[in-house]
């Protein structure tokens, strides 16, 4: 609970521009049950309404498309960078070029996103296997269609297998 209380005191302060007024302490869980909720999410969404509305504008971290932000990747890559914000919409800060291995590893992520999107809407076992291989955290092709394998027989239902 105490790391907890560390992360809660610094939750979301840049995203929402302000600090705590007070020092989160580590409740027990019926107290923490119990209690309000005095910002996290709710907070971050107002100010971007806010800010997208005519008040002040203000700059957080979105998920957005990559739209040339960083150098390397597709612009319909979903990127998750700083962005100005006020009444005219979200304007990514592009970042521009990286470095070769951080470029390598979201290219490597990505390519691991859009063969996911393609095994599931195609019904795919071995696409799926193949993008499972791409994840650094698999990384082996015999652990790959192991786990695509179980996820295909897993989900049959919902894959409707049978209509492709």
């Not at 809660?8 to 869980?29: D, H, M």
């Not at 951080?102 to 799926?128: C, H, N, P, V």
Request: hydrophobic residues 45%; proline residues 4%; aromatic residues 8%.
């Amino acid at each position: 609970m105490h790391a907890y209380a560390a992360r809660e005191n610094t939750y979301f302060s840049i995203e929402s521009g302000q600090q705590r007024e007070k020092v989160w302490i580590a409740p027990t869980l019926d107290e923490f049950v119990s209690q309000p909720d005095e910002g996290g999410y709710a907070a971050v969404a107002l100010r971007f309404i806010r800010a997208a509305h005519g008040g002040e504008p203000c700059r957080m971290v979105l998920s957005v498309p990559n739209n040339g932000a960083i150098r390397g990747l597709a612009n319909d890559d979903v990127v998750e960078i700083t962005c100005q914000i006020d009444k005219n919409g979200v304007h990514p800060i592009p970042i521009g070029a990286i470095g070769a291995f951080q470029l390598q590893q979201l290219q490597r992520i990505k390519s691991f996103e859009r063969g996911t999107i393609r095994a599931i809407l195609e019904r795919d076992e071995a696409e799926a296997a193949r993008a499972l291989y791409l994840h650094p955290l698999v990384n082996d092709l015999q652990i790959a269609a192991r786990l695509a394998a179980a996820f295909f027989q897993q989900y049959a239902q919902y894959l409707d297998m049978d209509e492709r």
